[in-house]
C-alpha cells in the first residue's frame, strides 16, 4: 500500500500580471477564511503558507487585530511558516541576498514561535547548485523543489542533493508541480475517479511507497473539505492510504525506510516537464542591473563602512538597512525579479529597488560625512576620505566626483606627497541644486564638476585613508602624452582596424582577433523567454564604425567607438529584410596602466524593438566545456548541452539552449589561453549555434509581450498571460558594464585577485564643508587612516556587517575557484569564532572547500 501524504497550501505570488496592492487585498480574504475554518474545526491542518513570512507580514497590515489568533495557529503547528522571508529565484539574486533571506524569514519565525525546518522552493526557474549548502548553513536537512528535474539528471524524484562544498540534504521533487491536486472535489465518487490518474503520475519516478499529494494552487483558497473526503476513500479501496500530513513528515517517512537514494550534485535546469524561462536572465535588464547594485553597494560597501563607523562610535542604523534588504527581497521572487510581469508591476519591482538605492546612498553619504568631520587633518585643504571595503590593504583607482571654483587643484596625501589622478568627465555645475542652503540665493554659485580617477596607494584593510583636495595649486605630475591609435601596456595590447578589435596577451602571445563584437538579432519571444525565429537576420557592428578617438592618461589609456548599426525596427522589418533605423552605440574601452584587463562600457541607444542584443568574446579554446559563478561558488557546463539532442523526440517544453546564468563571472580556458568576463549586471551569456568556442554575453533583449504561446524554443501554450507589456522593450539610453580579463594561466590567484579586486571598488568622498543636509557636529576625533581588520586569505570577500542578534562584526569570504584554500582567522582586537550564515557557531575548519562560505563573528 502507498502512503499518500496531503500536503495543504496555498502558493502566494505577490505580484505577477497583477500587482502586490492587488494580492494583499486578496490575502486579507484568505487568511480570514483560513483562520476562521481552523478555529471552528481543530482536526483541520497543517497548512502551508508558501514557505515565506512576508505573507504574514502583508497580512498584518491590513489586519494587525488577528495577530493573536493567527499566532496561536501557528505556535501550535497547525499554520506552517517560513523558513524564507520571500520565494527567491536562485539564479537571478546573489548570493548575500540569498542568505540574507533565510536568516530575516527565521527571525520572523522565532517572533512567530514555530517554523518549517524545510528548503520548500516550489517555483523558482530553475535550482542552484548551492540551496543544499544554503539550507545546511541554517540546519536545514531536506529540501521540496519543482521545476528542473528530470530523470536524465537523476532517477528518481527523491534523491540525496550534494552541493559543490559536500553539503547534504534529502530532496524531494513535485515532479507535476504544486498545484497538481488542487481543485479536487470532496463527493467521494468523483474524488475515486479523479485522483488515480494523479496518484499514478506522483508514483511514476517515486523511490519509494510514500507519495505527496500537494493540494492548493497560485492565490488559492484552503480546500477545507479535502481531508474529510479523503479519509472516506480510506474506508473504500486498500491501494493508497491517505493521512493529514507536512513535508516534514514526509521526509520523516522517507528517513523510516531502507531505501538508497541516488545522489545528485549539481543545478537542475531541465525544462523537459515543466518550463524554466531562460529568457528570464536577461528581461528587463534595466532590473537587473538595478538590483545587483543594490546587492553588491549594501553588501561590500555601506555595510563594511558602517561597521567601521561604528568601531569609531557611530550608532549603527541595523533596522534602517534591514528595512532596505526586506524591500529588495519583495523584488526578488520569480516573477518579479525574472521581469515576467505586467508593465505596472515591473514598475514597482523597479521603484522598490530604486528606493532601496536611495536610502544606502543616503546612510553612506551621511556616514562618510560624519567620519570626515570627525578627522584630524594632517594637511591643509579639503578632506578626501577613501574607503577600501577588502579586508586586505591595496592600492586602487578611485572614481571621484570633485566640485571646485579653480582650474587648478592638486591631491596630496597624509604626508603631504603629491598624487596622480586624472581628469575623465568635466561639465559646469551649479552648485543651489547640490547644496541645500544655497537654493534659496539671489545668485548662482557655478562650480566645476569634475569627474576623476584618484590612484590611492596603501589603503588600510577594511578601512579608510585621508587624502586633501588643493585648490588653486598645480597638480604635481606631468601628464601623459601621446596619439598610438592602440591601448598598450606591460600586459596587453588591443588593436583596432575600422572598429575591429583584436587583444593580444604580451604575456604568452596569444591573439584573440574580433573581441567585442557587437551582434543584434531577432528576439521573437516574451518576458519568460528569448525566442529566435526560424530564419534570423542577424546585424553585427562590422563596418558600422562611425568614429574612433584615443585618450591618453596618467593612470589609463581609453579607446572609443562611435557605431551607427543600421538595423530592422522591429520583427517585420526583419523578416522582410528592411534596415529602416539605426542603433547607436559608444564603445569605450579602457585600459588602465596599472593591470592586466580591459574596462568595458557600452552605451546604447535603443530604438528598435523584438530584438537582442549581445557582444562576444571569441576566445579560440578548444576545450568541451567553460565555468561561471554561481552563488558562493563556480559551476562548470557543457559548451553544447548534450539534452538538445534529445529534446524535440521527448517532447520537452522548452529547450536545453546553451543560455545560462551567471552572478558576475563568466570565462572559458585552457591552461594559457583564455578569456574571462566579470560583469556588473548582467546575468545572462549564451554559447551561440555553431560558435562553441564563443562567449556571447547578452546585454539585453527587448520583447512586447508577457507571454505568448507557440515559440520556437518553447512550443504550445505561452507562459503566463497573453497580455501586451510594451515598457519591456525598454527603449532609451542604457549603459552596461564589465572587464575582460584575458588568462594567462588558467584560474590561477593572480586572476582570482584581479577579479575580487574589479568586483568589490573602493569608494571616496569629498568633504567639501557642503552638504544637501546638516547635521549636529557628533563631537568625536577619528585618526586620519585607520583599519577594522585584516584577513590575509586567498577567499574572496561577501561582507563586513553587525551581527544579527548580537553586539559584534560578522566578516563572511568563499572560496570562488574550484581547489580548496586555506582558512585563516582574521586579525582583529576582538575575539573570532568562526560560525555559520545562520550567525550560530561552526566547528572550525582549516581548508575551505571550493564553493563554500566562511563566515567569523568577532567580539
Not at 530575516?104 to 516550489?122: E, I, N, Q, R, T
Not at 507536512?246 to 525544462?271: I, K
Not at 582577433?513 to 530564419?535: K, W
Request: charged share 20%; hydrophobic share 40%.
Amino acid at each position: 500500500m502507498k502512503i499518500v501524504h496531503l500536503i495543504q497550501h496555498t502558493h502566494w505570488d505577490r505580484e505577477w500580471y497583477f500587482t502586490e496592492n492587488d494580492s494583499k487585498i486578496v490575502l486579507y480574504y484568505f487568511m480570514l477564511d483560513l483562520i476562521y475554518r481552523m478555529e471552528q474545526d481543530e482536526t483541520i491542518g497543517p497548512f502551508i503558507l508558501d514557505g515565506q513570512t512576508v505573507m504574514l507580514e502583508d497580512f498584518l497590515q491590513v489586519a494587525p487585530e488577528y495577530r493573536e489568533r493567527l499566532q496561536k495557529l501557528v505556535s501550535d503547528g497547525r499554520v506552517l511558516i517560513g523558513p524564507w522571508y520571500t520565494q527567491s529565484d536562485f539564479l537571478v539574486v546573489g548570493a548575500e541576498s540569498i542568505a540574507r533571506n533565510l536568516l530575516l524569514g527565521l527571525a520572523d519565525c522565532k517572533a512567530w514561535g514555530s517554523y518549517m525546518p524545510v528548503g520548500y522552493v516550489p517555483d523558482s526557474f530553475g535550482q542552484s547548485a548551492q540551496l543544499p549548502m544554503f539550507l545546511r548553513e541554517f540546519s536545514i536537512d531536506s529540501a521540496v523543489i519543482w521545476r528542473g528535474w528530470c530523470e536524465h539528471d537523476v532517477a528518481t524524484s527523491e534523491f540525496c542533493w550534494q552541493a559543490q562544498g559536500g553539503q547534504k540534504v534529502i530532496a524531494a521533487v513535485l515532479p507535476w508541480g504544486y498545484g497538481c491536486a488542487k481543485w479536487l472535489p470532496t463527493e467521494p465518487q468523483q474524488l475515486a475517479e479523479k485522483l488515480p490518474s494523479i496518484l499514478e503520475k506522483q508514483a511514476r519516478f517515486s523511490a519509494t511507497d510514500n507519495l505527496l499529494l500537494p493540494n492548493g494552487n497560485d492565490q488559492s483558497p484552503f480546500e477545507y473539505a479535502v481531508p474529510e473526503a479523503l479519509e472516506k476513500l480510506n474506508a473504500r479501496q486498500d491501494q493508497y492510504h491517505f493521512k493529514r500530513s507536512s513535508f516534514g513528515d514526509f521526509f520523516a517517512a522517507l528517513r523510516t525506510g531502507e531505501h538508497q537514494l541516488p545522489t545528485w550534485r549539481g543545478e537542475l535546469l531541465s525544462p523537459k516537464y515543466m518550463r524554466i524561462h531562460r529568457g528570464i536572465f536577461s528581461t528587463r535588464a534595466d532590473i537587473k542591473q538595478l538590483n545587483a547594485a543594490l546587492e553588491q553597494f549594501v553588501s561590500q560597501t555601506l555595510e563594511p563602512l558602517l561597521a567601521l563607523t561604528w568601531r569609531l562610535g557611530l550608532p549603527y542604523p541595523q533596522q534602517a538597512v534591514e528595512n532596505i534588504w526586506r524591500e529588495a527581497m519583495k523584488s526578488h521572487a520569480h516573477d518579479s525579479i525574472g521581469g515576467c510581469n505586467s508593465d505596472r508591476v515591473n514598475q514597482m519591482v523597479k521603484g522598490r529597488l530604486q528606493s532601496g538605492k536611495e536610502s544606502a546612498s543616503q546612510l553612506f553619504e551621511l556616514n562618510m560625512k560624519m567620519l570626515s568631520e570627525g578627522i584630524e587633518a594632517t594637511q591643509h585643504g579639503k578632506k578626501i576620505v577613501v574607503f577600501n571595503p577588502l579586508p586586505r590593504q591595496r592600492s586602487a583607482q578611485v572614481s571621484l566626483t570633485l566640485y571646485t571654483p579653480e582650474l587648478d587643484f592638486r591631491i596630496v596625501d597624509g604626508e603631504g606627497n603629491p598624487c596622480r589622478w586624472q581628469l575623465l568627465h568635466e561639465e559646469p555645475q551649479d552648485m543651489s541644486l547640490v547644496v541645500q542652503e544655497l537654493s534659496n540665493s539671489t545668485s548662482t554659485t557655478w562650480y566645476r564638476k569634475c569627474r576623476i580617477l584618484l590612484a590611492a596607494n596603501a589603503l588600510p584593510a577594511c578601512g579608510y585613508q585621508t587624502f586633501y583636495l588643493q585648490e588653486g595649486e598645480a597638480a604635481g605630475f606631468a601628464a601623459s602624452v601621446g596619439e598610438s591609435g592602440c591601448l598598450e601596456n606591460a600586459w596587453l595590447r588591443l588593436e583596432n582596424d575600422a572598429g575591429k578589435l583584436t587583444l593580444t596577451d604580451k604575456r604568452t602571445g596569444e591573439v584573440y582577433p574580433n573581441v567585442l563584437r557587437l551582434v543584434d538579432g531577432e528576439d521573437a519571444g516574451d518576458n519568460y523567454n528569448y525566442s529566435p525565429p526560424a530564419d534570423d537576420w542577424k546585424i553585427s557592428s562590422d563596418g558600422c564604425l562611425h568614429n574612433a578617438t584615443v585618450t591618453r592618461g596618467i593612470l589609463q589609456d581609453t579607446l572609443q567607438l562611435s557605431l551607427q548599426i543600421p538595423a530592422p525596427v522591429d520583427a517585420d522589418s526583419r523578416r522582410l529584410r528592411r534596415l529602416d533605423a539605426q542603433l547607436d552605440v559608444v564603445l569605450t574601452i579602457s585600459l588602465p596602466h596599472d593591470s592586466a584587463r580591459l574596462d568595458v562600457q557600452v552605451e546604447v541607444d535603443n530604438t528598435l524593438r523584438d530584438h537582442r542584443l549581445q557582444i562576444e568574446l571569441p576566445t579560440g579554446v578548444s576545450r568541451s566545456s567553460h565555468f561561471a559563478d554561481q552563488p558562493f561558488g563556480l559551476i562548470e557546463r557543457e559548451n553544447i548541452p548534450a539534452a538538445l539532442k534529445v529534446w524535440q523526440q521527448e517532447n520537452w517544453t522548452e529547450a536545453p539552449a546553451s543560455l545560462w546564468p551567471m552572478q558576475s563571472l563568466v570565462m572559458m580556458h585552457e591552461q594559457q589561453r583564455g578569456l574571462g568576463a566579470v560583469t556588473a549586471g548582467l546575468r545572462e551569456y549564451e554559447i551561440p549555434v555553431g560558435q562553441p568556442d564563443t562567449l556571447a554575453i547578452t546585454l539585453f533583449r527587448s520583447v512586447g509581450w508577457l507571454g505568448q504561446p507557440a515559440l520556437e524554443w518553447r512550443p504550445g501554450r505561452a507562459s503566463g498571460m497573453v497580455l501586451p507589456s510594451p515598457d519591456s522593450q525598454i527603449p532609451g539610453r542604457h549603459s552596461f558594464h564589465f572587464a575582460v580579463l584575458p588568462m594567462n594561466n588558467g584560474q590561477s590567484s593572480e586572476f582570482w585577485r584581479n577579479v575580487e579586486q574589479w568586483r568589490t571598488p573602493v569608494s571616496g568622498y569629498l568633504d567639501s564643508g557642503w552638504s544637501r543636509f546638516r547635521t549636529n557636529a557628533h563631537g568625536k576625533q577619528f585618526p586620519s587612516h585607520f583599519s577594522v581588520l585584516s584577513w590575509e586569505s586567498e577567499l574572496h570577500f561577501s561582507t563586513l556587517k553587525k551581527a544579527q542578534n548580537e553586539e559584534a562584526l560578522l566578516l563572511r569570504g568563499w572560496n570562488p575557484g574550484l581547489d580548496s584554500l586555506n582558512n585563516l582567522p582574521p586579525k582583529t582586537n576582538g575575539v573570532p569564532e568562526q560560525v555559520t550564515l545562520a550567525e550560530t557557531s561552526a566547528d572550525a575548519v582549516h581548508s575551505v572547500a571550493a564553493g563554500t562560505p566562511i563566515s567569523w563573528l568577532i567580539r
